[in-house]
């Protein structure tokens, strides 16, 4: 079994950033392959970034290429999402997630169902 906590959301300005993380307990992390997913009201999730198991490979979703970045720290058992130029579209709860399988196969990753693990998220604000 796996715990995942997220924090770092809040409020901020357009233009602004912000660093979430998300912190793991149970199963060892470094076989993991993670992922961030985010939430608006009265929309469906979407899939923000992922990140294989050693930090080697990174996906974006396009509407954060360039303004988003992935990464993790394997012997902190965390993950992070730096989240720069946010823009008031990015006001979302944010959801970080790990799944067992480590194949990287882009289709899979960007698919919430192929998550086997899911945080309570946290919920960013960014104003205009």
């Known amino acids: 079994q796996v715990q995942l906590i997220e924090s770092g959301g809040g409020l901020v300005q357009a233009g602004g950033s912000l660093r979430l993380s998300c912190a793991s307990s149970?199963?060892?992390?470094?076989?993991?392959?993670m992922g961030w997913f985010r939430q608006a009201p009265g929309k469906e999730r979407d899939f923000v970034c992922a990140i294989n198991w050693s930090g080697g490979a990174t996906h974006y979703a396009d509407s954060v290429k360039g303004r988003f970045t992935i990464s993790r720290d394997n012997a902190k058992n965390t993950v992070y999402l730096q989240m720069n130029s946010l823009r008031p579209e990015d006001t979302a709860v944010y959801y970080c997630a790990a799944r067992r399988i480590t194949t990287w196969y882009i289709p899979r990753v960007r698919s919430g169902n192929e998550y086997d693990y899911w945080g309570q998220g946290t919920q960013v604000t960014v104003s205009s």
């Open positions: 149970g199963r060892t992390f470094s076989s993991l392959s």
